[in-house]
């Protein structure tokens, strides 16, 4: 790609896990990164990827930086977005605002209606909003996903969905402990497989919530194609004892129909995947990150029923 063919890009929240990812995109589709912003200064990472990035730790500056840059005829092409979850419908209004496409991690925004206001702004700017869907781009998800195609529509499978990611007293006292900010567990940690199962499973027709903690919730999940049994959890208590003594804090498994899906592995370039579709003009846009959404949004405001219906094995050993 010639200096002329590059991309220029700004990253919002660099100082993030989830930002890295975003760097090591940006630079293996051979484009550059010109302005970064995180209230924090903690960004050495950047060096790793682009040392001579413009750096703001104050949003009013790298606002009036960007525009300075659109002015003087170097355009921002992409604003890449990372920061926590409630900030993203503002700074998605941004990216459009100063000629930018806006390519945002999930979830996009924590509210339905959001989206729909982004639908208008999308309009009025004529810049795209992309959503980082990853899962859609794994391997073994890609091939369960074509399974289920080619099985009789008729056919209701049985999906039993287990997430337990541990988390240390940090997380609960950080934006992600504050359900205002990051829309609880659900959407946090859980919107990457509600998305992944609707895409592959169909549209949500029926949604049971059994447990809704600060640390772990669990429900039912009913889809046009599939009946869910889900768990999500932070606490370390709830792992697996295999996967303990392997020394592991992160647990993922989903079962469907008595078979064990494995991917736990094939993560680690879904985001520069992504990219590529996204430079294509075919990356993923509200369209189809408004569903994962609106379920989320109901996990969070429903009444859980208790220990009604289906449910999940270990919403039995954890409920109170």
């Not at 994962?292 to 270990?314: F, Q």
Request: aromatic share 12%.
């Amino acid at each position: 790609m010639t200096d002329k063919s590059k991309k220029k890009f700004a990253i919002i929240g660099v100082g993030g896990y989830i930002a890295a990812k975003h760097l090591r995109a940006i630079k293996e589709t051979g484009n550059e990164l010109v302005a970064s912003l995180d209230p924090s200064d903690s960004v050495g990472l950047i060096d790793q990827y682009f040392p001579d990035s413009d750096f703001f730790v104050e949003f009013e500056r790298f606002d009036r930086h960007i525009d300075r840059l659109r002015r003087t005829g170097t355009n921002v092409d992409y604003v890449s977005i990372c920061s926590p979850n409630y900030l993203h419908d503002s700074h998605i209004r941004f990216a459009l605002r100063s000629g930018a496409h806006a390519i945002c991690e999930k979830p996009l925004v924590l509210n339905p209606w959001n989206v729909e206001g982004l639908e208008e702004i999308q309009n009025e700017f004529g810049k795209h909003i992309y959503n980082i869907l990853q899962l859609r781009l794994h391997p073994s998800i890609i091939s369960l996903k074509e399974k289920i195609d080619k099985s009789p529509e008729d056919k209701l499978h049985e999906i039993d969905l287990t997430y337990i990611t541990s988390r240390g007293n940090w997380y609960f006292i950080s934006w992600k402990g504050d359900i205002e900010k990051s829309g609880g567990i659900a959407t946090n940690i859980g919107i990457h497989f509600f998305d992944m199962l609707i895409w592959i499973f169909g549209g949500v027709k029926k949604n049971v919530i059994h447990l809704l903690e600060k640390n772990r919730a669990s429900g039912y999940l009913e889809l046009e194609r599939a009946k869910i049994r889900w768990f999500l959890s932070l606490d370390y208590n709830d792992i697996p004892q295999s996967a303990k003594t392997a020394g592991n804090r992160t647990y993922r498994s989903i079962i469907i129909d008595k078979e064990e899906i494995e991917f736990s592995y094939g993560f680690d370039d879904l985001h520069t995947r992504s990219y590529v579709k996204i430079l294509e003009g075919d990356g993923y846009g509200l369209r189809e990150a408004k569903p994962a959404i609106e379920t989320v949004y109901g996990i969070r405001n429903a009444l859980p029923v208790g220990l009604k219906g289906d449910y999940h094995p270990l919403c039995k050993r954890t409920y109170k």
